[in-house]
């Protein structure tokens, strides 16, 4: 049981860092298209690979902190069931929810995107818009990216679920806790 809670700790360590480095793509994604309004309605000026490359920034940021975003437990749920159960009851619902869902989700998305990805790195696709960005295939390496760190998020929760179910939950630091989340709620 050590050992699981050694991958929980590790997956979440991962997820932490990508997510806290990527999350500053905000700051530069709104500093770009303040850029391209400023272009557009001061100088009217128009330069097309900006505009790609706040969508693009943006597209890196979301996908890339999916995993942070789940770790946090930043995503949605039916929270009118789930808030009131006890804990070994939410233990039971993110069990099958990873298992049944998310992490077969995550096996189409790598199952169907790996072929994408690989065909534009084979031609170094860039934007299809003339005067756009090159690197389109670094952005859409970012669907596997996607895939990787929200399925591994989905293995260190259902590992967690498992602790919590064997009464071994106490193994986890008490920011990996059930409820470490709870004090950010508005109520």
Known sequence: MQFLALIIRAISALNRAVGEVLSWLALVCVLVCFAVVVQRYFFNVSTLWMQDLYVWVGGAMFTGVAGFALLRD???RV???YRPASIKRKAAA???GVLVFLLP???VVLYYGWPSVRRSWGFYEASGNIGGMPGLFILKSFIILFAVLVGLQGIAMALRAIL???DRESLLPDHLR???NDAKEVH
Do not use: C, N, S
């Open 94 to 96: 993110d069990l099958f």
């Open 74 to 76: 930043d995503h949605v």
């Open 105 to 107: 989700f995550m096996y």
């Open 178 to 180: 059930y409820g470490a």
């Open 79 to 81: 929270d009118i069931f």
């Open 164 to 166: 919590v179910l064997t």
